[in-house]
């Protein structure tokens, strides 16, 4: 086994593979078979960008946002990654009606999983998790790294007015996390993950989770020009919206390593980026994502 870990989180925006049925395809009664999906990888050349920064990346573990199926990250896994040996795949439906669900890649052997998709709101009027909090054991060769994977609610509607529904999701996790390491003082292999949608800017809704007192924001180690992950053209802002947050003990084990935040499939309207893109990017589309994968290298010996 490698002496370390590559772990990465991407909001691949928008892996959908539906509505485009094949050729000589039947899409009735079935869709797809054992085997074979009947329907193309919806929108290829953006899938070829996004499978690009995913090989560039090159992470032993993956996290995803923005996933439609299992099925689909099999096909996409299959037709574009074959070379990264991804063998071990999960994604467990989550709430948004638009299907768009987390989900992991990996080397590494998925140990055991945890959903919370079924859990409701205060008031229980609603999911609580727009999509899920997905709890992945990974097993590092007799090791478990414990990984939170989430997609908060996003900012569509107004940051202010989404507010309140962030702020109960981040208090869940922040939970989440106090109730299974605390007893133990937090001492275990852990990560918080995700497309959080939403800046530590005034007023964040993020607080409980990315200034917890057991957690480290591992981007804050980049220059500040460095830290955004998501470009929004509509406003012309550049943000942190992906975060990963490592257990402080772990954080500490691991030497505080710095991260990465990989840009090459970012459109050319981030002007803010200068460096090298990838041969198909486009002034607006095509793009890899409207967000940026970010990683982090983890010595396998860090783990408790």
Known sequence: ?????????????????????????DPSPDGFTINQLAFDIYDEVDKRVT????????ADVLCLQE???L????????????????????????????????????????????????????????????????????????????????????MMGG??????????????VAEIIDTRWKKGGYAGNFVVLGDFNDYMEAPTSLT?????AQLVNVVDRLGAPERWTHFYAKE?????????????????????PKPSVMRMGQPFRAERYTGPRFPEVGQDD????????????LPVAALA
């Not at 409980?208 to 917890?212: C, G, I, N, S």
């Open 286 to 297: 095509p793009k890899a994502s409207d967000h940026c994968p970010v990683a982090v290298d």
């Open 159 to 172: 940051r202010a007015e989404t507010r309140a529904r962030r702020l109960e999701q981040v208090a869940r």
């Open 236 to 256: 012309g802002e550049y943000k942190q919206l992906d975060y990963l947050l490592l257990g402080r003990k772990l954080d500490e084990r691991a030497g505080k």
């Open 71 to 154: 099925e689909v990250l099999d096909s996409f896994a299959s037709r574009y990654l074959a070379a990264m040996k991804y063998r071990h795949r999960v994604v467990i439906d989550g709430n948004d009606p638009r299907c768009i669900d987390v989900g992991v890649l990996s080397r590494l052997p998925l140990a055991n999983l945890r959903t919370h998709r079924h859990e409701r709101t205060a008031a229980g009027s609603a999911a609580l998790f727009s999509r899920d909090c997905l709890e992945v054991d990974v097993d590092a060769g007799g090791k478990t790294l414990t990984l939170y994977v989430n997609h908060f609610k996003s």
């Open 67 to 69: 996933v439609e199926s």
């Open 51 to 58: 499978a690009q920064a995913i090989r560039e990346v090159d």
């Open 208 to 212: 409980k989770l990315v200034e917890h």
């Open 1 to 25: 086994m490698a002496k370390t870990i590559r772990l990465a989180t991407f909001n691949a925006e928008n892996l959908f593979a539906r509505y485009r049925f094949r050729e000589g395809q």
